[in-house]
């Protein structure tokens, strides 16, 4: 199932103003850590609106903390079922548990944004089921801004594609080059292809097929690519603005580089904290997926990303940018490994 645009229920909310769909139990240490994270998020945006989706006994802790004149920004859907990090995302589709009701809430135009620090899986299944995807979107993939000392390198896939296609990377890079320039303000964002080394034919069969056709493909913004990446350019910055990868080698990245650095500061004595939540690019709406052992800190911080998407009007601007190349590619379907290196069948 494919969208090109929101949902066709309830009108945009005022300006300034923006609805979150906050997943109560979604996370190790929910429905806790979330009340914490709501409740840090009510208080750091006056501006924002907090539907929590959960059980009501947990709602009402958040709504009970808050000063009486801030009651009225929360409203809350009560369910009580969750999916469990180990149970198939796949159960999302039916209805009845937090992450498919957040994701209802959107669709109907009762929220702007969606965010779940639960199994990212189900995250993605329940999205993509209820809002569907962009135009020529094969699947969804979650983008993780990277600090670095040399500005934000934005890292996809981080956990959806764990056998990605030649098609899906080409197509992330896609996604990921117009959300570099519409989000994060990057004028003809560089993109690079991780693999085992930087020189040409690194790599595997798969990463050596997508790096020839990366190098003809058009990509959005002015965006250009600049040939393969190796792990350490990520955390360092410097040769590509975005990175792609697939899920696996994403998710495995992405938490090695965070071990590191708790662990640099740790020794240290010192404390550091990013971003740590991922932006599902693919899907017609706004989606933040937060780690499930996120606390309330980054579950508030999933929160305010999930609000500068939906004010920064983030997907309808990527999709524009990239929906005729998504469509294109899609459709053509041409795209395989072994016409990429000339081989024989």
């Known amino acids: 199932m494919t969208r090109s645009d929101r949902s066709p229920h309830g009108g945009e909310s005022p300006s300034g103003v923006a609805r979150i769909a906050v997943d109560l139990l979604g996370g190790d240490g929910a429905p806790a850590v979330v009340v914490d994270g709501a409740l840090r998020a009510c208080s750091a945006d006056p501006d924002l609106h907090l539907v929590l989706v959960g059980p009501r006994e947990a709602a ?17 859907i009560t369910v009580d079922a969750a999916i469990g990090m180990a149970e198939s995302p796949l159960r999302n589709i039916r209805r009845g548990t937090t992450v498919r009701a957040a994701a209802e ?30 135009r020529g979107v094969r699947r969804p993939g979650l983008a993780a801004q990277v600090p670095t000392p040399n500005g934000t390198v934005l890292l996809l896939d981080v956990g959806v594609t764990l056998d990605a296609t030649m098609l899906e990377l080409v197509q992330h890079a896609v996604l990921g080059t117009a959300f570099a320039a519409v989000a994060l303000g990057i004028e003809r964002p560089r993109v690079g292809l991780l693999s085992i080394g930087s020189e040409p034919g690194k790599g595997d069969r798969l990463r050596r097929a997508v790096s020839i056709a990366l190098s003809d493909v058009p990509l959005p913004a002015g965006g250009r690519y600049v040939g393969l990446v190796e792990g350490h350019d990520v ?18 990245l992405l938490k090695g580089i965070e071990g590191a650095l708790s662990g640099l500061h740790h020794n240290a004595g010192t404390s550091v904290r990013h971003e740590a939540a991922a932006v599902l690019l693919g ?41 005729d190349l998504l469509t294109e590619l899609s459709s053509a379907g041409g795209l395989t490994i072994r016409d990429a290196l000339g081989e024989r069948s």
């Open 60 to 76: 009402d802790e958040v709504i009970g903390a808050l000063a009486v004149g801030d009651r009225e920004r929360v409203g809350v």
């Open 105 to 134: 809430a959107v669709y109907t135009g009762r929220a702007d944004a969606m965010v779940s620090a639960g199994s990212s899986g189900a995250a993605v299944a329940a999205s993509a089921h209820v809002l569907g995807r962009l």
């Open 235 to 252: 955390p360092r910055g410097g040769p590509a603005d975005v990175v792609v990868s697939d899920g696996f080698t994403g998710n495995v």
């Open 283 to 323: 899907v017609a709406g706004d989606v933040v997926v937060c780690h499930g052992s996120a606390g309330g800190a980054e579950v508030a911080d999933g929160i305010a990303l999930a609000a500068r998407l939906h004010r920064g009007r983030i997907t309808p601007a990527v999709a524009s940018l990239a929906d």
